[in-house]
Every structure is written in structure tokens, then in C-alpha cells.
């Protein structure tokens, strides 16, 4: 199956920061379908993606339909790895990582982060940093102010060169995979260039309620 481009979509985490709701934050039900299955659709759209694998604990995936699964891991980049040995055997040229609590990507978004990977061994969407950034030691005051040249904010759906980026996890060792801060640390940390586009302010990540509600109050109309 070289040459084609798989879906990789994170749903295994337990949505601490979103209590109340009895299950974790992507299959909280918003616009009459679990939060999960806004971005499959987009996914499902998409025509560059010709299969999807989701990372998802077994007792939710009877929400989900027909897709490849895997099990969570203990860190998200153990839950990326999970996902990337399922799709091993089938050996897709790019695999394109999206996170679940992410519903609003558009196939734009995915479509777009494919085609800037081309020339690269992967792509990341990201939004320029328009806020004053400062550093803060004791997590109480300030330590020092930072210059926000340069600096992006990372987004999800992240393309990367399929057998390059499994084989970094490969040699990875288990406190470098449970320590990674996003998908694309570890690919650069091993040489990998990667590409940066430009992001969608409206493919907002759903962490707390009020970006639930926020969410459901646009799909919910």
C-alpha cells in the first residue's frame, strides 16, 4: 500500500481536566455524535487519507464504526507508537497525526499539512505567538520576559514521512517517548526537517468545559 497516506487519530486519554461527563472529553456526544467522530468525518472526507487507524480504549470503540484500532500507551507518544505499529504492515508513505479533542479540522487542514510535507520528512501546522510571553520559575511571578520572535504555537493534524518517523520511535528509548512535548520534538531531536504551515485559529483543542461548551455552541445551532 505504499504511496498512500494513513489517518492516525488520538482518543485514548482520560480528559482529567473535563469532569462530569462520565466518559473522557472525545466521546462526550456534541451535535448528536461523540466529539471524536467531528474529526473522523473530516478525516473520512479527506481524499488524501485512504485509511484511519484511532487510538482508543477497547470499551469505546463500539462508538467508533470500522476502523483500525490501538490501544492507548502510558504517554501520548507511546499512544502515537501504538498507533504506527498498527499501521505497520499496510506501510502508508505519510501518516497524518491528529489529536481527537481537536474536532473542528477541516479536510483543508489535513489536505493542506500533506502537501507541505512534500520536500520534507514531515509538516506541522502552527499559529505565530501574538501574546507577551513570559517565563515564570515558582509559577507565581515572573522571571523573565521572553521574545515572542520566532516563536509558534503547535496544532494538530502533523504529517510525517511514515518509515522515517516509525523508526525513530523504534530507537527511541522509553524515557525519551514518555518526555516528548509534541509529536514533532522527537522527529527534529533525530534529524528529521520538518516543515511549518500555517495553522487554523478556528481548529481550536476542547480542554476544559468552557470549550466544550464553546464548541457545542457552534456545532449545536
Known sequence: MKGINAGLVLAGGMGLRLPGHGRPKQFVEAGGKPLIMHCLQAFGQCPGIALVCVVAAEEWRHMLGDYIFAAPGKSRQHSIYNGLLALERRSPARVVIHDAARPLVTVEDIAGVI?????????TPALAVTDTMYRSIDGGTISEALSRDGLFAGQTPECYAFLKYLRIHKQASDEELSSA?????LAVRHGLRIAICKGNPGNFKVTTAADLERFRGMVEI
Open 115 to 123: 502537501r507541505a510535507s512534500h520536500g520534507h520528512d514531515g509538516a
Open 181 to 185: 512535548r509534541g509529536s514533532s520534538e
